[in-house]
């Protein structure tokens, strides 16, 4: 079954079959409108009518007009990452429902809304957050250490990615756009010399940074973006959070814009009883900050497509020559 256009109209035919497995009680639905965010998927609020009032929801949906994406995870696998996390104690939504194709929505699946702010500028700069931000990388840390051992055999769909695989992966999508860099030239060639020797893999999340971090005044309520998770070395996810373009301004706050290192690898070591390797860390934060950088020019690619327009994707092309600068400020450190 091909999946529509969604609406809200879509979702209340829908209602009678799928309320009641998000909620007890649910007869329909109260509202459903699209949020803000979502680059790579739709993101829907879905609130339910039961008798004891509305409960939201948030359904995470594949666009159908979407292309299989070489580098994400399918999003059922996603689901199941999600909802791995939550039983292990990580902030995560609850998952509710994985949709079916008899569900008529195409891929995606059901979750429980968390209230939270996920703009990264909000977080490093509004007041609401003025007392929790010192607080912030020491317990994105103890997260990290959290998510690193999940159990890798409850998903074995999860593609395993190690060091020279992600810097192929990388280096491919930059050929494509078929333009020459010689700063990323420099910063491939930097990383195939500089390689560390290979870590024992675990799960990574991929994009674990400020703005996939749902917040509130308390902390981090939940980790959302896993569709680009893998299986590697547990240190690519330290240092991406620390890439400058995921500081949103607050330069002399490497981590997410609202913390310093030494905190990060605290809250991580506390968790895990493991001595972070801080110059292994830097590595995974230039090989980050060169990723961003490709993602820049593959928005560029895509522009020149025939796919639909989307306004985010110049606004993001136009961010590669800033990643430029940043990789020869990490580079003169490193030599």
């Not at 990615?161 to 010689?182: C, G, M, N, S």
């Not at 910063?187 to 675990?202: G, I, N």
């Not at 999340?205 to 980790?223: C, I, S």
């Not at 961003?292 to 020149?304: A, D, F, N």
């Amino acid at each position: 079954m091909s999946a529509p256009s969604l609406d809200r109209d879509a979702v209340a035919a829908l209602a009678p079959r799928l309320a009641p497995r998000l909620a007890p009680g649910a007869t329909g639905v109260a509202e459903a409108r699209q949020l803000s965010g979502g680059a790579s998927q739709e993101l829907w609020l879905v609130a339910l009518e039961t008798p004891s009032g509305p409960v939201r929801t948030v359904l995470r949906r594949k666009p159908p007009q979407r292309a299989a994406s070489e580098l994400a995870i399918a999003i059922e696998t996603e689901a199941l990452l999600i909802a791995l996390a939550h039983d292990a104690g990580v902030p995560s939504p609850r998952v509710l429902h994985t949709l079916t194709p008899d569900d008529g929505l195409g891929a995606g699946f059901f979750m429980s809304f968390v209230d939270g702010e996920a703009l990264g500028g909000r977080i490093v700069r509004d007041e609401a957050f003025a007392a929790v931000r010192p607080k912030l990388a020491r317990q994105c840390g103890e997260i990290l250490a959290h998510i690193h051992v999940l159990p890798r055999q409850r998903v074995p769909e999860l593609p395993a990615k190690d060091t020279a695989r992600v810097i192929d992966e990388l280096e491919q999508a930059y050929r494509a756009e078929d333009w020459p860099r010689p700063v990323f030239s420099l910063a491939f060639r930097w990383l195939r010399q500089s390689m560390p020797p290979p870590a024992l893999a675990t799960i990574v999340h991929g994009d674990f940074r400020n703005g996939n971090l749902l917040m509130g005044p308390d902390g981090v309520r939940a980790v959302l973006d896993w569709e680009l998770a893998h299986a590697g070395d547990p240190m690519e996810d330290l240092g991406w959070i620390c890439v400058n373009s995921w500081r949103f301004g607050m330069i002399d706050k490497p981590v997410g814009g609202f913390g310093v290192r030494e905190d990060l690898f605290a809250g991580y070591e506390a968790v895990s009883g493991a001595k972070v390797d801080a110059a292994r860390v830097r590595f995974w934060e230039i090989v980050g900050t060169l990723r961003w950088g490709v993602i820049c020019t593959m928005s560029g690619v895509l522009l020149r497509g025939e796919g639909p327009f989307a306004i985010e994707r110049p606004m993001i092309a136009r961010r590669a020559s800033e990643t430029e600068l940043d990789l020869l400020n990490l580079l003169e450190g490193a030599a």
